[in-house]
């Protein structure tokens, strides 16, 4: 009998990650039954169903449809869901992605059901309890069974943690695989005509970081620094909904003009391309980070740590606090050719469901 294999998504970079490896499952139908929940973390089209499409992921078996809300109260309701749909159809395995509330919730369920569970992207830390996706990832990393990490670092913390060796594999970086598969197409993508820039001639913004986009005074230094690095270069600005939020929270009268546009999320294609084509990127992302990294793009990332510490050794990322002095210093590097070139770290190379997937045939044939 083929193994169920639950895969559990909820945001925006959840849905990256799960691409190949529901690919992947599927095209092993003899050994996997994949199964996947989408816990409605994330709802809005360009935040959800535009990545269904354009990753050609299929729709999901069950979607909780939970929303927005605090953290316990997000969390508890993807909990009830996951419970009610795990007695109806228990699964063999469940697997769970990065480090968003819905990553949380399904490990708890999962393991408080005794059933196993793996983590994709484990290990990764930044030390910084204040941030809530590092509680996530230290719980789920906790519980899990198999812990499937993407860099080294991964596997010197979980060590240091106390998990044993054998549950962890080194299996590269599932994001990156996505970015492979679809570079080629994304570059199809015709979205800096449509904003009017010219390729190498402009940078790319993201913030949505609680620390950086909940305090007002964080947020308005970030600004006048992205303001003033804008006056040398046009910044696009992709606006998640937290932040756009904040800037009417706040009354910040943030008028997009040529020099920074500030514009909806963006599709995964248009971002891949937005991301290729920029003379830099500043971001306070996660995967924007390894992304950069991997297409050789200088990226500065807006936060005083990072859990991806390749990227910033080996890549092209460069971590420059959250200081207005520090972030136009930073800019000023990438505009002297002072940004280290980088490389691309050790099996980021889009393979990585492919390996997941033989690391799980062969826990199975042992059993
Ligand atoms: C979540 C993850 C974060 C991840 C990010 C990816 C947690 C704790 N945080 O942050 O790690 O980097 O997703 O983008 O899981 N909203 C909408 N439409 C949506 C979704 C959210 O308008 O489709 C608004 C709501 O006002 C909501 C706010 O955005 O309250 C925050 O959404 P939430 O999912 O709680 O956290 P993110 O900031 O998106
Ligand atoms: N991304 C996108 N459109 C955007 C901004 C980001 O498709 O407007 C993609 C980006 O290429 C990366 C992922 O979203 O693959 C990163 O997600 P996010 O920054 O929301 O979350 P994090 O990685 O910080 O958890």
Redesign the pocket.
Same mark, same amino acid.
């Given at each position: 009998m083929p193994k169920k294999i639950m895969l559990i998504i +909820?945001? /925006? &970079?959840n849905f990256i990650k799960a691409a190949p490896l529901m690919r992947e499952l599927s095209a092993h139908t003899e050994k996997f039954d994949p199964f996947l929940i989408h816990t409605g973390? $994330?709802?809005?089209h360009n935040? @959800?169903q535009l990545f269904f499409e354009q990753l050609k992921m299929p729709q999901p078996d069950i979607y909780l449809g939970v929303? @927005? +809300?605090s $953290?316990a109260r997000?969390t508890a309701k993807i909990m009830t869901g996951l419970e009610e749909e795990f007695e109806k159809n228990r699964p063999d395995l469940v697997i769970v992605f %990065?480090?968003? !509330?819905?990553?949380?919730a399904a490990s708890i369920v999962t393991s408080k059901m005794c059933l196993k569970l793996a983590h994709v992207e484990a290990g990764l830390r930044s030390f910084d309890n204040t941030m &809530?996706?590092e509680i !996530?990832r230290i719980v789920t990393d906790r519980l899990s069974d198999f812990l499937f990490i993407t860099e080294k670092s991964g596997s010197e913390n979980l060590h240091k943690e106390g998990v044993s060796e054998d549950k962890v594999f080194f299996v590269g970086n599932i994001m990156i695989d996505s970015l492979v598969k679809n570079l080629e197409l994304a570059r199809e993508s015709k979205i800096i005509e449509q904003l009017g820039i010219k390729a190498k001639e402009y940078a790319v913004l993201t913030l $949505? /970081? &609680?620390a950086n986009v909940d305090n007002k005074d964080r947020l308005d230094i970030l600004l006048k620094a992205i303001g003033e690095v804008s006056q040398k270069l046009p910044v696009i600005f992709p606006c998640? &909904?937290?932040t756009? !939020?904040a800037l009417s929270k706040f009354g910040f009268n943030f008028e997009s003009n040529d020099n920074f546009k500030i514009i909806d999320p963006v599709g995964y294609l248009d971002f891949l391309n937005l991301q290729a084509n920029a003379r830099l990127v500043l971001t306070d @992302? %996660?995967?924007i980070q390894e992304e950069t990294t991997y297409l050789q793009i200088p990226c500065i990332t807006i936060r005083e740590n990072t859990e991806r510490p390749i990227t910033a050794e080996v890549g092209t990322n460069v971590l420059a606090g959250l200081e207005y002095d520090k972030i136009i210093k930073a800019a000023n590097n990438v505009f002297n050719g002072k940004h280290p070139k980088g490389r691309i770290p050790d099996l980021w190379d889009g393979h990585t469901a492919q390996r997941i997937i033989k690391t799980l045939e062969e826990i199975y044939d042992k059993f």
């Open positions: +909820g945001a /925006r &970079p973390q $994330h709802y809005d935040l @959800s929303g @927005s +809300g $953290h997000q %990065g480090d968003v !509330n819905s990553t949380l &809530p996706e !996530n $949505h /970081r &609680p998640h &909904p937290r756009k !939020n @992302s %996660g995967g």
